[in-house]
């Protein structure tokens, strides 16, 4: 068990309410903020904005994601720190 988390949709849990990445199928990529999710990895973001080589393309607002379109979800600090290094 690292960090508390003992199962996959544990990550998205501690994940609510934080800024996240989300990769999608199209090869776009969006950030915002984790508002729910559910066990088909259906997620809701708000103040969701489309990113493209660190930079944001387009905000979008509040979002409704299905899961049979994303390809991996990442805590967006990680993402964030990897680019300044």
Same mark, same amino acid.
């Given at each position: 068990?690292?960090?508390? !988390?003992?199962?996959?949709?544990?990550?998205?849990?501690?994940?609510?309410?934080?800024?996240?990445?989300?990769?999608?199928?199209?090869?776009?990529?969006?950030?915002?903020?984790?508002?729910?999710?559910? !066990?088909?990895?259906?997620?809701?973001?708000?103040?969701?904005?489309?990113?493209?080589?660190?930079?944001?393309?387009?905000?979008?607002?509040?979002?409704?994601?299905?899961?049979?379109?994303?390809?991996?979800?990442?805590?967006?600090?990680?993402?964030?720190?990897?680019?300044?290094?």
């Amino acid at each position: 068990m690292v960090n508390g !988390i003992e199962r996959p949709l544990d990550l998205l849990n501690n994940s609510k309410g934080k800024e996240i990445l989300v990769h999608l199928r199209n090869d776009r990529q969006l950030v915002g903020t984790l508002l729910a999710f559910d !066990i088909h990895v259906n997620i809701v973001l708000d103040n969701a904005k489309e990113v493209s080589d660190g930079e944001v393309k387009r905000s979008i607002g509040l979002t409704f994601l299905r899961g049979d379109t994303i390809v991996f979800i990442s805590p967006a600090s990680t993402i964030a720190s990897e680019k300044k290094e």
